[in-house]
């Protein structure tokens, strides 16, 4: 069976959005900062999140793990799909992100 594995990747920034939103869902009253890298080479593809107190990085990292899943073949593990609504358009595809960074500082 053929399979059409073309990507539709959703922008650094949307990908920062869905995450956002996420981790909104799941740690409610905890507030996190999400941002897009420098524009700068691949850093532009990166998202940093920080927060304080809270959930731990482990934990936070159950929800953007699947944000970064990536193997070899299509058959194998892909990013979960996204589907998100920046500046009044909705954005659907695979998150835009090579790396998330998460920074939990002590309250």
């Known amino acids: 069976m053929e399979r059409n594995n073309a990507?539709?990747?959703?922008?650094?920034?949307?990908?920062?959005v869905y995450l956002r939103q996420s981790l909104r869902r799941t740690f409610p009253g905890i507030k996190f900062s999400v941002r897009c890298g420098p524009v700068r080479?691949?850093?532009?593809?990166?998202?940093?999140?920080?927060?304080?107190?809270g959930p731990t990085r482990t934990a936070?990292?159950?929800v953007t793990a699947p944000l970064l899943a990536?193997?070899?073949s299509p058959e194998e593990c892909r990013p979960?799909?996204?589907?998100?609504?920046?500046?009044?358009?909705?954005h659907y595809g695979?998150?835009?992100?090579?790396?998330i960074h998460l920074n939990r500082t002590e309250a």
Request: proline letters at 2%; glycine letters at 8%; aromatic letters at 8%.
């Open 7 to 16: 990507a539709i990747h959703l922008s650094t920034k949307a990908t920062a």
């Open 41 to 53: 080479a691949k850093e532009r593809y990166e998202i940093t999140v920080t927060w304080s107190g």
């Open 60 to 62: 936070v990292a159950t």
């Open 70 to 72: 990536r193997y070899g």
């Open 80 to 90: 979960a799909w996204a589907s998100v609504t920046l500046d009044g358009r909705r």
């Open 94 to 99: 695979q998150p835009g992100a090579l790396a």
